[in-house]
């Protein structure tokens, strides 16, 4: 036990440590009130200049955050919090957070503590009625996935609510996972996560590995660094993987599909070889 609370400690981070000081300064409080203040916090600056905040995405209430819900199963499972059913309950003292931290995020605190949650909710939708799209309560906005054709995304760089909420403004429909071997260190991009957060979004989840870069192919340019052998190899190889072309050339006619790896950069990634074959076999792609 001892070891896994002095590991939580070397990873906390300064949204970590704001989350834990919103829930002793209230001592017992909802998820959704939680989660809206803290939505609050993330569009001041004050506070996003000094921390890496939480990012947010639409769903059935407004703003929420996979990252969030993540870091208060982890502190439940530690004994620093008590999460019963919609009630989260502290179990520590304050975090030592700088003075101009503890300003910002006991000014916004201030400002919310008055509000029911429902006041708070309805405060959110007024002033971002795009994260009400998906709501269940109600909708200040239309959300429409008009649009079909195909883009490329890395997920470098990015939390996973920051990459959905890419997704979101693409109307995306569906998510294909174009990595061999579809898992990572990073939370929330492990094939099963992203199925179950894509689900929650009502946007399809497909792992196609096979147009992924097999193991020998990602080694070979580790250890040389040869680009051009690299996607010429890569090129190769989908060449004769007719089917899953025609499939995704067929389904992006219908829908609108994100190839997804996980480069920043699309020249540094076998996704821009994929949908430049793609684009030379007729579909509409649009490589990032």
Same mark, same amino acid.
Not at 187 to 208: A, P
Not at 255 to 263: G, S, T, V
């Given at each position: $036990?001892? *070891?896994?609370?002095? =590991?939580?400690?070397?990873?906390?981070?300064?949204?970590?440590?704001?989350?834990?000081?919103?829930?002793?300064?209230?001592?017992?409080?909802?998820?959704?009130? &939680?989660?809206?203040?803290?939505?609050?916090?993330?569009?001041?600056?004050?506070?996003?200049? =000094?921390?890496?905040? #939480?990012?947010?995405?639409?769903?059935?209430?407004? +703003?929420?955050?996979?990252?969030?819900?993540?870091? &208060?199963? =982890?502190?439940?499972?530690?004994?620093?919090?008590?999460?019963?059913?919609?009630?989260?309950?502290?179990?520590?003292?304050?975090?030592?957070?700088?003075?101009?931290?503890?300003?910002?995020?006991?000014?916004?605190?201030?400002?919310?503590?008055?509000?029911?949650?429902?006041?708070?909710?309805?405060?959110?939708?007024?002033? #971002? @009625?795009? *994260?009400?799209?998906?709501?269940?309560?109600?909708?200040? $906005?239309?959300?429409?996935?008009?649009?079909?054709?195909?883009?490329?995304?890395?997920?470098?760089?990015?939390?996973?609510?920051?990459?959905? $909420?890419?997704?979101?403004?693409?109307?995306?429909?569906?998510?294909?996972?174009?990595?061999?071997? +579809?898992?990572?260190?990073?939370?929330?991009?492990?094939?099963?996560?992203?199925?179950?957060?894509?689900?929650?979004?009502?946007?399809? #989840?497909?792992? $196609? +590995?096979? &147009?992924?870069? +097999?193991?020998?192919?990602?080694?070979?340019?580790?250890? =040389?660094?040869? #680009?051009?052998?690299?996607?010429?190899? *890569?090129?190769?190889?989908?060449?004769?993987?007719?089917?899953?072309?025609?499939?995704?050339?067929?389904?992006?006619?219908?829908?609108?599909?994100? &190839?997804?790896?996980?480069?920043?950069? @699309?020249?540094?990634?076998?996704?821009?070889?994929?949908?430049?074959?793609?684009?030379?076999?007729?579909?509409?792609?649009?490589?990032?």
């Amino acid at each position: $036990m001892m *070891y896994i609370i002095s =590991t939580i400690w070397i990873m906390m981070n300064g949204r970590m440590k704001c989350l834990l000081y919103i829930l002793e300064k209230s001592k017992q409080c909802s998820k959704i009130r &939680l989660t809206k203040v803290l939505f609050l916090m993330s569009r001041d600056n004050e506070i996003t200049q =000094t921390v890496k905040f #939480y990012g947010f995405v639409p769903y059935h209430y407004g +703003p929420y955050s996979f990252e969030l819900f993540h870091d &208060l199963q =982890t502190f439940d499972n530690d004994g620093f919090i008590q999460i019963k059913g919609n009630e989260i309950i502290s179990n520590r003292g304050e975090e030592n957070l700088s003075k101009e931290l503890k300003r910002a995020v006991d000014n916004i605190i201030s400002r919310t503590e008055s509000l029911s949650d429902r006041a708070l909710v309805d405060l959110i939708y007024d002033r #971002y @009625p795009e *994260y009400s799209i998906f709501s269940r309560y109600k909708r200040k $906005m239309a959300y429409n996935r008009d649009t079909v054709g195909i883009i490329t995304i890395g997920y470098e760089g990015y939390s996973i609510d920051e990459f959905f $909420m890419r997704l979101v403004n693409e109307k995306i429909h569906a998510l294909v996972d174009v990595r061999n071997n +579809p898992w990572s260190m990073k939370f929330g991009f492990r094939q099963h996560q992203l199925d179950s957060y894509c689900e929650k979004l009502s946007i399809d #989840y497909i792992s $196609m +590995p096979s &147009l992924g870069v +097999p193991e020998d192919i990602r080694n070979n340019l580790k250890a =040389t660094g040869d #680009y051009p052998f690299f996607f010429r190899t *890569y090129r190769k190889l989908i060449q004769g993987q007719i089917d899953n072309l025609d499939y995704l050339k067929g389904l992006s006619k219908k829908k609108r599909i994100a &190839l997804m790896c996980f480069e920043h950069e @699309p020249n540094r990634c076998h996704r821009s070889a994929l949908g430049t074959e793609l684009i030379r076999r007729g579909a509409e792609v649009t490589i990032r």
